[in-house]
């Protein structure tokens, strides 16, 4: 391969985690989700190699791979078998010189520590719901409710139940002892705003891109603690919430909200340093949005509401991975247009 240009389509590794001791469906799921990105990717003419991880030694895996094979298309969640490890495959990459797409490992471990995301969207300006770190069983004068108890330390939605939102001090107590308890870390506690939430994809470096807004649609359920997602509403089908929670994308805001959330989600987009692809969870209460969670990583298979909004904003499933090959491409290091 003549290694001063970048052929195009640019050819792709199409990196993704197997954990041996996931439940076989898992699995399957894992390896039919590769191969659609495979077939996705091929009709748009890239050439791709699939590359599954079954271990966590993806160093010695990739060894011989050099930087002329392409551009790594990372999906890989974790090193099998290290739990919060996704920063670490990034890692891995870096030291062998490949190109890669999605953020850095630094900006992946960040969105790790709930209270330091937070700390820093402050620091920009930007509006996140009150929130305090606890550390012991005793909720010391919190008196903002209702208000939800998530582990500091956690993505996907890990601990998050119906729960989790209480609505006394005694609750908050309990609800504090069984994070520290179950998940032996702190507890992050938040205003709980029973609020529209909405899931926004965003691409792009330097000029950043809103996808279509996807928003969750909680009415079916009547109770608050129910209108929120759940762990279950994103991994267990034939869960209430897995089954009554909808998807609208795009979402119903009138043009001025969409131009003030659009503004909050780019800021939180660079406040956090993300790069590619990122995803953000916001509620709306009185015309503020509030910025929930910043996933520099998110799940973009393809039943995925990222999915969805860019299908709506005219790509194909194919056509979006594609757009992200091609954004890592440019910093490919024999033949990107921004080389380090």
């Known amino acids: 391969m003549d290694s001063s240009c970048c052929p195009d389509p ?18 399957a799921a894992a390896e039919q989700d590769a191969q659609t990105a495979e077939k996705a990717l ?12 079954r271990d966590p030694h993806l160093a010695g895996r990739l060894a011989d791979t050099r930087p002329d094979a392409g551009v790594v298309f990372n999906s890989c969640e974790e090193l099998p078998g290290v739990p ?4 670490q495959v ?18 992946l471990i960040r969105s790790w520590d709930k209270a330091g995301v937070r700390r820093r969207l402050e620091r920009q300006g930007l509006p996140v719901p009150r929130w305090r770190l606890f550390r012991t069983a005793q ?71 809103m996808l279509p807004p996807a928003e969750m649609d909680f009415s079916a359920f009547a109770s608050a603690r129910e209108r929120l997602c759940t762990y279950d509403s994103k991994f ?13 994308v795009p979402a119903a805001l009138a043009p001025e909200q969409a131009r003030r959330l659009e503004a909050v989600c780019q800021g939180a ?3 956090l340093g993300c790069r590619d692809y990122a995803r953000l969870d916001l509620r709306l209460r009185a015309d503020a949005f509030y910025v929930l969670d910043v996933n520099p990583n998110p799940d973009i298979t393809p039943e995925t509401s990222m999915v969805e909004a860019a299908r709506v904003a005219g790509y194909s499933y194919g056509a979006m991975l594609s757009r992200l090959v091609h954004l890592a491409a440019d910093r490919h ?8």
């Open 269 to 271: 987009y660079r406040a």
């Open 42 to 53: 091929g009709e748009i003419g890239h050439t791709v190699e699939v590359v599954a991880l």
């Open 84 to 87: 919060h490890s996704e920063g």
């Open 10 to 27: 640019a050819p792709v590794l199409l990196l993704h985690n197997v954990d041996p001791g996931w439940p076989a469906a898992d699995i």
């Open 139 to 209: 909720s010391d004068g919190w008196d903002c409710f209702p208000a939800i108890v998530k582990p500091a330390y956690e993505h996907c939605s890990i601990g998050v139940t119906a729960e989790a939102v209480v609505f006394t001090p005694a609750e908050l107590n309990r609800r504090i002892d069984y994070v520290l308890a179950a998940f032996r870390q702190p507890a992050l506690v938040e205003d709980f705003i029973d609020g529209r939430e909405f899931h926004v994809g965003l691409w792009g470096n330097g000029v950043v891109e």
């Open 333 to 340: 290091p024999l033949w990107g247009r921004h080389r380090h």
């Open 236 to 248: 267990s089908p034939g869960s209430p919430h897995y089954e009554r929670v909808q998807v609208r």
């Open 90 to 107: 990034v890692q891995v990459l870096e030291a062998l010189g490949l190109a890669y797409t999605g953020s850095p490992a630094d900006v």
